[in-house]
C-alpha cells in the first residue's frame, strides 16, 4: 500500500508561484508513476504531469508545459509540483496519485491508471 498526503495549496494572483507537495508513505516508490492531476468544479478530472520515479523523466500536459516543473526528492520520499505564472483557469483542487510502473514506456495519463490517490489540495487563482 502506498499512502500519499497532498499540501501546498492557496489562494495566489495571477502571474504568481506556489510548490505543492505530495509526501509519500509505505513502500518505495523506485518502480512507481507518479501523477498530479487537477480537478475544476463541473470538470473531469485531468492529467496536469508525470514523472517516472526512478529515471525522473517527465511529461507534462500542453495547457501547463513550461509553466509548471515537477520532481522529486528521493531522500524525502516525495513529489513537488512547481506552478509559475499561474493563471484563473489554472483554478482546481490538485491531487497527486502513484502507480507501479512495470514494463511501461508511455507516460500514464489517464486516472483510472492510478490506484493511489492524495486526498486533494486547492488551488485558487485570482485575476
Known amino acids: 500500500q502506498v499512502q500519499l498526503v497532498d499540501s501546498g495549496g492557496g489562494l495566489v494572483q495571477a502571474g504568481g508561484s506556489l510548490r505543492l507537495s505530495c509526501a509519500a508513505s509505505g513502500r518505495t516508490l523506485s518502480s512507481f508513476a507518479m501523477g498530479w492531476f487537477r480537478q475544476a468544479p463541473g470538470k473531469e478530472r485531468e492529467i496536469v504531469g508525470t514523472i517516472n520515479w526512478s529515471s525522473g523523466s517527465t511529461y507534462y500536459a500542453d495547457s501547463v508545459k513550461g509553466r509548471f516543473t515537477i520532481s522529486r526528492d528521493n531522500a524525502e520520499n516525495t513529489v513537488y509540483l512547481q506552478m509559475n505564472s499561474l493563471k484563473p483557469e489554472d483554478t482546481a483542487a490538485y491531487y497527486c496519485?502513484?502507480?507501479?510502473?512495470?514494463?511501461?514506456?508511455?507516460?500514464?495519463?489517464?486516472?483510472?491508471?492510478?490506484?493511489?490517490w492524495g486526498q486533494g489540495t486547492q488551488v485558487t487563482v485570482s485575476s
Open positions: 496519485a502513484a502507480a507501479w510502473l512495470g514494463l511501461r514506456i508511455a507516460p500514464m495519463t489517464a486516472p483510472n491508471q492510478y490506484p493511489y
